[in-house]
């Protein structure tokens, strides 16, 4: 048995579970040449890993529309046909032929126009991938396949690997690399799953079918648990359910300053499912929905017509205010069907705001599903990272335009839709009286605006002590931007993750926040500070 101390906590709770290694592995085929007699052998080697990977994909196509183009993929004539005349005419073995087979077939989708095509290419490499694995006999490791409860120990996990997690089963995250703020964290307090990032050496102790304990909040780890020790986890489960059963008695409280003004506690959200997984917590909107999971989770840009299905339902099932944030990718957010040129300084470069005033057809796409789908609820929009009065401007322009495209086909939308900012960027702060003027609300965004003030990375471990909203430059520019925001009579939120920080609340009433908006997971411990502090309970 062995105790392992963490410095910091991404998601609250208890879990005691098997580890399961998330590794990525080296596929690489074997390059030696077959003699004349092995032929056949290799070829049937290659139709049987076809097979397997066949009833594979036909299983996940049956709960997840995007694997149906894999299976068309994984069964089309040009692969079979390539792939033996490899064997036949070049002598190669199965693997290399399966290998240079995909190569190919990708190329031909790479080398298209048309967006859509090429973006093919990506699920030719997965089914690739698939196939490889098959004929080498080891498992792939993908995360949504997971189908027993595990905890998933990884060197670091990438949004695109967290959006596949199954709550019924990934019980609990355990990771190398990461900080608090980083994406993994925020998707697994979305999602009420305990988590430890940053734990360096982990992973080469552990292996999977391990046993391990966690207990998140106060950062701990037990490698292979003795009976006493197990048996006290249980305990420790047990009373962190109590603790919930108090905490969802408080829910049909709503905080009001001794003042009498009403503080909004919103949700942060990633998806529609997400908001109807938080209405038990009894939310009064969501202040950030991250419309970038939506584009993450695909395998081409979404369409106007599947953006504007997401944000109607998550329009529909929200009980008050929506806020869909326009698409943030860029900085650690990659796209699995789109190559981000390599950028010296990612969280300096090309993202956000950025990317969509530059792809305005692509930004005016989800513009339009948005507008649309405020006919159905109370949805306002919100731009990420703006640095200058002109940006913001022009992001408006772009919604007026699609307002106006819309107006002349007839298709309704909610005309004073409101549109604000996220306040992330040392800029927004400094020209925040400004900016009051022209946007509806601000948000503040303290995971970037942390590591923007400061100059320290979010994500990196070795500096995380240095990464703290609690320091003065930091909350001076809350102070000031909500002071701003107040004199111009425009409601300030924050959606970054200080708001969902039981040690920051005081200071955030204190100086004037009118929303606090979190991961659902964080609401009722919030709520219950906020009615402690307004002097209700
Ligand atoms: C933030 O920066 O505080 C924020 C909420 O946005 P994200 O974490 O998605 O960058
Ligand atoms: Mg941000």
Known sequence: MEKIYVEKTASRGIAISKIYKYEEMDLKPVQDKIGEQDKEEHIGKFLNARECVRKELEELAATNEIFSAHLEMVMDFTLEDSVKSKINNNSDNAESAVDEAISEVASVFEMMDDEYMKERASDIYDVGKRLMAQLKGVPLPDIGNIKEEVIILAKDLFPSDTVKINTDYVKGIVTEEGGVTSHVSII???????????????????NTGDIACMDAGKGIIVISPEEDVLNEYKQKQQ??????????????????????????L???????????KALPVKMDGVGLFRSELLYMENTHFPTEEEQFEVYKRAAMLCPSELTIRTLDIGGDKELPYFEFEKEDNPFLGWRAIRISLDMKEMFKEQLRAILRASAFGNVRIMFPMIISIEELKEAKAVVEECKQELRKEGISFCEDIETGMMMETPASVILAEEFA??????????????????????????????????????????????????????KIGMCGEMAGDINATKILLEYGLDEFSMSAGSIDYIREELLKLTGVI
Do not use: W
Request: glycine content about 8%.
């Open 188 to 206: 697994a307090k979305n999602m009420g799953i305990p988590a430890l990032v940053g734990v360096k050496g982990i992973f080469n102790k552990l």
């Open 239 to 264: 009373e962190f359910e109590n603790e919930k059963l108090r905490l969802e008695k408080l829910r049909d409280h709503s905080v009001v300053t001794k003042e009498g003004k009403k503080i909004s």
């Open 266 to 276: 919103c949700v942060n959200v990633g998806n529609a499912e997400d908001i109807e």
């Open 437 to 490: 003027k022209e946007a509806d609300f601000f948000s503040i965004g303290t995971n970037d605006l942390t590591q923007y003030l400061l100059a320290v990375d979010r994500g990196n471990k070795k500096i995380a002590d240095k990464y703290s909203y609690f320091h003065p430059a930091v909350l001076n520019a809350i102070k000031h931007i909500i002071n701003a925001g107040h004199k111009e009579n425009i």
